[in-house]
């Protein structure tokens, strides 16, 4: 073989060695230079060079291209587009962001055919949902599917870290859709077997407030929510659990009962205060007078409220020295009186108290005690009073009673 065949055979070979760049080609470059902004990469195996502007090398905008790869190093590269013409010496637009971000989205694939979570972070808030990073593809967690329940302000989430389930997944169109929501109710639904399984009346458990309605405030558990009904948020009369209340608010709370079956927990707030029974005795010892509102009326008398919590019972007959038919003849509720203490019975929360006791008795009056005559319609106290229905109507009814009996 002649020189001249020699040189022509090893050109050929070269030139067969030499492989034909296509978009979407993975080739290796090596960085031959770093110039405004862009490397300057040799595509091995091609003769060819192409560029990788900083945008193609991370998503970090404000990144230093210097900080990402020096002269001398060979990189993994996509092939994005040709920017060139002349096939020998032409260049080509490259990028390692997306070819990670093509890896990462075969990962994510491999995840969604197998059913498996994805650990996402929250980058920020857009209409309709929370766009979540997942190791540089973007994904999409609608509003709805954020969590178990409604959210009024997904700001909080933003920088946080957690698992999301894969509801849609298109690659070809960057479509990633995500849920949390599935996630959290599955989580709860755990929680909530194992709290059932160890909640007993009687524990002192805390609690966050979760929801207010007007009938009380629902506190979740962690796993379950559980009601303390309005009448177990303080001793003191509440209108409105949201006077006392608000969401959001750490609480410790007494398990009231347990009802597994129907997935119920009471719950007391004022179970853990201290109770306005306890020092009655202090405050308003025998004989005292104090001041104290009037909080309901009766037939047989009115109710007055003498510390928060606390009501004592004026018996009509105690209210003044004149007959009256009804309480509202002189009273209202909501008015001031002071009243004299006449007995407490803090065991039973039974605090009887008078008005007239403090009034001095009218001269023409004394000669002649004018005797109460009951009516044949008493309303029957509340439960809680500490009073029995007999009490309530006073002594008068039982004389007549016994009266008849003699007969």
Request: hydrophobic share 40%; net charge negative; aromatic share 4%.
């Amino acid at each position: 073989m002649s020189e001249q065949d020699y040189s022509q055979s090893e050109m050929e070979k070269a030139l067969s060695s030499v492989h034909e760049v296509k978009i979407g080609d993975v080739v290796k470059g090596e960085v031959l230079a770093i110039d405004d902004g862009q490397l300057v990469v040799g595509i091995q195996g091609t003769g060819v060079e192409g560029v990788v502007p900083l945008k193609e090398l991370t998503s970090d905008r404000n990144a230093n291209i210097n900080d990402q790869a020096q002269v001398g190093d060979v990189l993994d590269l996509v092939v994005i587009a040709s920017i060139g013409h002349d096939k020998e010496n032409g260049s080509y637009l490259l990028s390692k962001r997306r070819l990670e971000a093509r890896k990462v989205w075969t990962t994510i694939e491999d995840k969604f055919k197998a059913d498996e979570t994805l650990s996402v972070t929250v980058k920020e808030v857009v209409k309709g949902g929370l766009v979540a990073d997942a190791d540089g593809v973007r994904g999409f967690i609608p509003a709805s599917m954020v969590a178990d329940r409604y959210v009024d302000d997904l700001k909080k989430y933003v920088g946080e870290t957690f698992e999301v389930k894969i509801i849609e997944i298109e690659p070809s169109e960057n479509r990633l859709i995500l849920s949390r929501k599935a996630l959290v109710q599955q989580e709860k639904a755990e929680e909530r077997k194992v709290l059932f399984e160890k909640l007993l009346p009687g524990d002192v458990v805390e609690g966050k407030v979760a929801r207010l309605t007007n009938f009380g405030a629902f506190i979740d558990l962690g796993g379950a929510d559980g009601l303390v009904h309005i009448s177990e948020i303080a001793y003191e009369r509440v209108d409105k659990p949201s006077d006392v209340l608000k969401v959001g608010e750490d609480v410790k709370v007494k398990v009231l009962s347990v009802d597994a079956e129907k997935g119920r927990i009471s719950l007391s707030i004022k179970a853990l205060l201290p109770g306005p029974w306890d020092k009655i005795a202090e405050v308003a010892p025998v004989g005292a007078a104090i001041d104290g509102k009037v909080k309901r009326l009766t037939t047989f008398g009115a109710f007055v409220e003498v510390a928060p919590g606390v009501e004592g019972l004026v018996h009509i007959s105690q209210i003044s020295h004149q007959h009256i038919a009804t309480p509202n003849e002189v009273l209202k509720e909501g008015q001031d009186v002071k009243v004299k203490v006449l007995s407490v019975d803090p065991e039973n929360r039974r605090l009887s108290l008078s008005i007239k006791a403090l009034i001095e008795q009218p001269a023409s009056e004394k000669k002649q005690e004018s005797a109460a005559v009951p009516e044949e319609h008493y309303e029957i106290p509340e439960a809680d009073t500490g009073f029995s229905f007999g009490e309530m109507i006073g002594d008068a009814l039982k004389k007549n009673l016994d009266k008849d009996s003699d007969q």
